[in-house]
């Protein structure tokens, strides 16, 4: 059975951090690729991080050197640093495999000014 819980989202200034969790079943955590998406109000989900077995990583380039994709494959979890946040980072984020499977639920975050 698939399954992903995110947490650790809430409300931040700008300038502010989060630290996204998320807890996976082992169907999915399996998976060479975990990942974070975000769905910001209106746009499409895209892709922010992913992150190889071997702790490999890749970021959408709005998120480069701000962002910290990491995971603890003996919890089945993976996690997102973000730090330097901003107003447009506000969104629904998710964690899933990439390519996705069925989705989770979510965890908001949101980023005033």
């Known amino acids: 059975q698939v399954q992903l819980v995110e947490s650790g989202g809430g409300l931040v200034q700008a300038g502010g951090s989060l630290r996204l969790s998320c807890a996976a079943s082992r169907s999915i955590f399996s998976s060479t690729w975990m990942a974070w998406y975000r769905q910001a109000p209106g746009k499409q989900r895209e892709l922010v991080a992913v992150?190889?077995?071997?702790?490999?990583?890749n970021y959408a380039e709005a998120v480069k050197g701000r962002f910290t994709i990491s995971r603890d494959n003996a919890k089945n979890t993976v996690y997102l640093q973000m730090n330097s946040l901003k107003t447009e980072d506000t969104g629904v984020y998710y964690c899933?495999?990439?390519?996705?499977?069925?989705w989770g639920q979510g965890t908001q975050v949101t980023v005033s000014s």
């Open positions: 899933n495999a990439w390519p996705p499977r069925p």
């Open positions: 992150s190889a077995s071997d702790g490999t990583a």
